[in-house]
């Protein structure tokens, strides 16, 4: 956390004034006898809270902060768990986050019954006509591992299309009616590439395999309406919430900001919002001349999130060396990077303007490619606040380890990510590459600074299962029950740190927000236990008792 503290010296003044303005009026809300970590190191823990207004009002002991209550005062007794700063994850999609919640789920459903009982019930909440979409079914789980068919469905759907996708997207299902608007039928001949799955007849049964044969019933599905993505960005603030995230950093959030602003409009935001759009149109926002990280404490625009690799899971993360088990390819770079020096033309055009520029790097090469360009433009245009980010960093050789904290580059990962490809990690790239994999520890050793969160819905938003993988290790089958590249394991306070101060430093908010002290935004969680004093490998199982958000109850468990 280097770079944050000379800041935050300037304005610990500046938040003290604040503070004491704020103590004038008795706090609306006070938690006592709590263990209250803040992630502020002029004073790491405290028993009790007051918030006043929006803001953190007061810490101290229980007793000192109890003479502060007005006869309007909630108090909250902790019974000694944890409250800690809001989380703020450094990496969502938000509004598809949503839609895995407004979507019908097929998930557990392992059965036909099942299958078609949750369509019925799904189908009787929405408008005639509406699509049903989403579902993400595992036929895996049924009888005989049988492939659904419209049969299922048909009876329960008459007056919804319904297209509904395995979890992997591979393959998806199609009502007769889906199919019939698609016109689809018995005479619709095969596309290359892709598969329409066959009944005796020769009718689709109604499962269409791979994008190319999916594209037939795709094409006829209407765009989002405004009333469906406004459900869905409700669904996503409620959830996150629940969960205790107060802010999130929306990596696609593109023209879904006048959404989002109409909400908080009308009171209906529970998370602050910093809003992301495509590197490859840097110029809408640079026309307007807009800077990096403007607007208010709940809406924020100005940064470009850019892509320069593809992903571990399918050999597209670009390595300097082969893959161990594909030693025909060591990876790509996107279309973003091509033709070569463009993307270092694009982040010089942003830089120039003030934006703020974030680039997904997998691959080590990736990683180094992206780490030269913010070295390069730097150069050009001289040292400024700029917190360049690389979005996953995730596999990185000891040289870069050591630039992201020479260079000041953020480095914004998702630990749940290592819970989940660890379990073949090794495989794909050999155990000694693996060594800078999700390298935590080396990272902030090197003095860079770590910011967390999920890539939600790539991986559940919840925090917990971010702050388990980070400090176990752990991998999703269970076959590292002592960690998977254990030297990179970082302590629970780094993993909260990473969390909180550490996204707050990401999106230039960390003067007033990621800790919590006197003067700062009153996000902050009460969980229900002290999350320092049980099993590491039980952090997930960990819920939030009330999340607050801007000195209000955004939720509170019954
Ligand atoms: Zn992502």
Redesign the pocket.
């Known amino acids: 956390m280097k770079p944050i503290l000379p800041v935050i010296t300037i304005f610990s003044t500046m938040l003290a004034a604040v503070a004491a303005e704020n103590l004038q009026l008795p706090p609306e809300l006070i938690i006592l006898n709590a263990a209250v970590r803040t992630m502020d190191a002029a004073r790491p823990q405290a028993e009790a809270v007051a918030v006043s207004g929006n803001r953190i009002a007061a810490l101290g002991p229980s007793a000192e902060i109890k003479e502060l209550a007005g006869p309007k005062t909630r108090v909250v007794d902790a019974g000694g768990r944890s409250v800690l700063p809001g989380f703020n994850d450094a990496?969502?999609?938000w509004l598809m986050g949503g839609y895995s919640i407004t979507n019908v789920d097929l998930r557990d459903a392992t059965s036909a019954a099942e299958f078609s009982k949750r369509i019925a019930e799904f189908a009787q909440k929405i408008p005639k006509g509406r699509w049903i979409l989403g579902g993400d079914w595992d036929h895996e789980k049924f009888p005989g591992a049988a492939l659904p068919t419209k049969e299922w469905i048909d009876a329960v759907s008459p007056e919804n299309p319904v297209f509904v996708n395995r979890t992997d997207g591979h393959m998806a299902l199609a009502n007769s009616l889906a199919l019939k608007l698609a016109k689809v039928t018995k005479e619709t001949k095969d596309v290359p590439g892709g598969e329409i799955v066959r009944g005796a007849s020769g009718e689709p049964t109604g499962i269409l395999k791979e994008d190319a044969a999916m594209a037939l019933v795709d094409r006829v599905i209407p765009a989002r309406s405004w009333d469906e993505n406004h459900a869905a960005a409700l669904a996503a603030t409620e959830h996150a919430a629940r969960v205790g995230v107060t802010s999130v950093q929306d990596?696609?959030a593109g023209v879904d900001i006048g959404l989002y602003q109409f909400m908080h409009e009308r009171g209906e935001l529970k998370t602050r919002i910093y809003a992301m759009r495509s590197i490859l149109s840097w110029e809408v926002l640079g026309k307007t001349g807009v800077r990096g990280a403007f607007g208010g404490d709940w809406l924020r625009i100005g940064g470009l999130k850019g892509f320069a690799d593809g992903s571990l899971g399918s050999t597209t993360a670009r390595f300097f060396e082969p893959f161990s088990d594909a030693p025909n390819t060591r990876g790509l770079f996107v279309d973003q990077m091509l033709p070569e020096g463009i993307m270092l033309k694009r982040v010089e055009a942003a830089d120039e303007r003030g934006l703020h520029v974030m680039i997904?790097a997998i691959g080590d090469e990736a990683n180094y490619a992206i780490l030269e360009i913010f070295r390069q433009v730097e150069e050009k245009h001289g040292p400024r606040d700029r917190r360049f980010r690389i979005?996953?960093a995730q596999h990185l050789r000891p040289s870069e380890i050591k630039r992201f904290g020479s260079q000041k580059v953020v480095a914004s990962m998702q630990p749940y990510h290592c819970a989940d490809d660890g379990r073949w990690c090794d495989k794909r790239i050999g155990s000694e590459r693996a060594k800078g994999t999700y390298a935590f520890r080396s990272l902030l050793d090197a003095g860079a600074v770590l910011a967390f969160g999920s890539?939600w819905t790539?991986a559940p938003l919840n925090p917990m299962e971010g702050l388990k993988a980070a400090v176990t290790r752990q991998t999703l089958d269970g076959k590292h029950p002592n960690g998977w590249v254990t030297e990179q394991k970082i302590t629970l306070e780094e993993a909260i740190r990473a969390f909180t101060m550490g996204s707050a430093y990401a999106e230039f908010q960390d003067q007033i927000k990621g800790s919590l002290t006197p003067g700062k935004l009153a996000d902050l969680v009460l969980l229900d236990c002290d999350i320092y004093k049980i099993d590491p490998a039980q952090i997930d199982k960990v819920k939030v008792t009330m999340t607050v958000v801007d000195g209000k109850v955004a939720y509170e468990a019954r």
Request: without cysteine; charged residues 20%.
């Open positions: 990496h969502v999609h990596m696609s997904h979005e996953h890539d790539v």
